[in-house]
Structure formats: structure tokens, C-alpha cells
């Protein structure tokens, strides 16, 4: 009963300091003036729990199959809320450095991740993220085009969590704790990842997952908490960039990584006793949606 309960703190206290940090800061943010700027949506009671909801069930949906869950949040505060493109990149991205660091940890403790690819993937993907937070600087002037990139971003987690999500078993079962080893591989992939998520702000889950598994011959578990783990020192430095720069809603995104903080913890819980295949259709008919609203956009198409 004691190894029991010690497991438990070691596997929820952090992320339970991490909460209390992320509401302190709410608090702060609102009693401070600086929770919603000007231009921003205002951020009401039914606006807040919204957006808590938002982020739990991203935070869930990253837990299991090892996305930040930016994919969730960033068209759900752009199409419903009313946010631009670039704030809903950089409030969603902002949310997920929390989602990564509760996410992450908690599959540390349960052994779901390799450190060593970590290391790689995030050092090499830190450099990525500057150049494309950069290149993000040059789409914010042309919103539209940004759109259609999102759209085009959207279309890659959609059509693959659809066609998974069809085919049992359509994820190779890799055994064991590691991923074969491939420094160069990982510095690279780490690289690209790392630019995209400097442009579009998706935090990278929605191609690591895939990437590791077929590139790398990753075991899927442990590609789950690797990813989520890479995501910390692209989402930190993604995010705070976006931050500087003004393109991040402080009370909308701290609401939403309180949703997102509780969401992981239990994503990484249950993801060893869950049948991730109907989960994945859903998302993936919902991402594709996504794709389409976006793209349509771009050519003055509103869709509902």
C-alpha cells in the first residue's frame, strides 16, 4: 500500500504543483488587466469553462496517442471563439508547454519514453522552432495564406488517424523500452518538426507520432511519451517567442493548459488499457473538417 501510494505521488504531484502555478497565474492574469487584450474575444464564465473543457479533452486525446493537443484547441478557439489565426497558433502553443511538461512526466514515470531520442529530437527541433517562428513573423501579414497552410497542416493527422483508425493493427507493434538508435535520423526529423512548429504551432505530435513509428521503428507506447516529451523544449521555446511578440491570449491559454495539465494526466494513465483505433476515427473525420474549413476559406468558401 505505501510502494502504491509513494507511485502515486511520485506520478501526480508535480503535475498537481504544475496546476496550482497555472491557476495562481490565472488569477493573477485577470486580477492584473492582462488576461485579455485588446481587440480579443472577452473571456466570460461560459468562455472559461469552454475553454477548460477544450483543453481537458486535448489534454486526454495527447496523453493517448502522444499529441500536444493543439490540433483540439487551436480550431476550436479560432471557429468558435472568434480568434485570429495567429493569436489561436500562439495562445494554443503557449497552452501546450504545459500539456507536454504534465504529459511528458507522467510518461517518464511509467517508463513510456526514450530519453535519449528525446535529447536528440528536442535539442535539434530548438533550432527548427527559430526559424520558423521566424518565418511565422512573415505569414501573420497575410492571414489568408496562413489559413490555407493550417488547412494543409491539418490534412496529414486527418487522412492518417482516419486510415488507422479503419485498419486494426495499421501501427507496427515494436516491442521493448528504446528506439533503435539513429542520432542523425532523429537530429534531422527533430529539425523539420521543429520549423513546422514555429510556423503553424501544432506542437509536432501529429508527425512525431507517425514518424517514429515508421521512420525509426518506434514501439508505440513508447512513441506516445517521447513525443510528448519532444514537445516540451519546442513548445517552451515556440511558445514564449509567440508570447514576446504579443500573439498569445495569457488568459485564454492559461485556461486552457488547466484543462490540458488534468487531460494529460489522465491520457497517460489509461493509454495502456485503451483501444486508441475509434478514438482516432473520430478525431480524424473531426480534423479533416478542420482541413476543409480552413482550406475552403482561403477561397472565400465559409462552411459551418
Known amino acids: 500500500m505505501n510502494g502504491a501510494s509513494t507511485s502515486a505521488w511520485r506520478n501526480y504531484l508535480p503535475s498537481g504543483v504544475l496546476l496550482v502555478i497555472i491557476i495562481l497565474a490565472t488569477f493573477w492574469a485577470f486580477s492584473a488587466g492582462v488576461a485579455v487584450q485588446g481587440g480579443l474575444p472577452s473571456v466570460n464564465t461560459a468562455n472559461a469553462i469552454f475553454l477548460i473543457a477544450i483543453g481537458f479533452a486535448a489534454g486526454v486525446l495527447g496523453g493517448i496517442i502522444g499529441t500536444g493537443g493543439c490540433s ?12 485570429s489565426a495567429p493569436v489561436a497558433i500562439g495562445t494554443t502553443l503557449f497552452a501546450v508547454i504545459f500539456t507536454a511538461i504534465s504529459g511528458g512526466y507522467g510518461h517518464l514515470m511509467r517508463r513510456n519514453l526514450d530519453v535519449s531520442a528525446t535529447l536528440w529530437l528536442g535539442g535539434s527541433g530548438i533550432l527548427g522552432v527559430l526559424i520558423g517562428s521566424w518565418l511565422f513573423t512573415l505569414l501573420t501579414a497575410h492571414v489568408a495564406l496562413l489559413g490555407l497552410i493550417l488547412g494543409l497542416a491539418f490534412l496529414w493527422p486527418a487522412v492518417r488517424m482516419i486510415w488507422e483508425g479503419l485498419r486494426k493493427g495499421a501501427m507496427p507493434q515494436a516491442e521493448g523500452n528504446t528506439i533503435p538508435r539513429h542520432t542523425g535520423g532523429w537530429a534531422v526529423f527533430g529539425f523539420v518538426i521543429g520549423i513546422f512548429t514555429g510556423i503553424v504551432g501544432l506542437g509536432g505530435g501529429y508527425a512525431l507520432v ?6 525509426f521503428g518506434a514501439p508505440v507506447y513508447v512513441t506516445m511519451g517521447t513525443s510528448l516529451a519532444t514537445m516540451i523544449p519546442l513548445a517552451v521555446v515556440g511558445g514564449g517567442i509567440k508570447l514576446i511578440q504579443g500573439y498569445v491570449a495569457i488568459g485564454a491559454g492559461l485556461l486552457l493548459a488547466a484543462g490540458t495539465v488534468v487531460g494529460a494526466q489522465v491520457g497517460a494513465a489509461v493509454i495502456k488499457k485503451f483501444k486508441p483505433t475509434t478514438l482516432k476515427l473520430i478525431f480524424g473525420i473531426y480534423f479533416l473538417y478542420v482541413s476543409v474549413k480552413f482550406i475552403t476559406s482561403y477561397f472565400g468558401i465559409m462552411i459551418f
Not at 487551436?74 to 471557429?79: E, V, W
Not at 507517425?210 to 521512420?215: A, Q, T
Open 72 to 83: 483540439v484547441m487551436l480550431p476550436a478557439i479560432h471557429f468558435w471563439m472568434g480568434y
Open 210 to 215: 507517425p514518424g517514429l513509428i515508421y521512420l
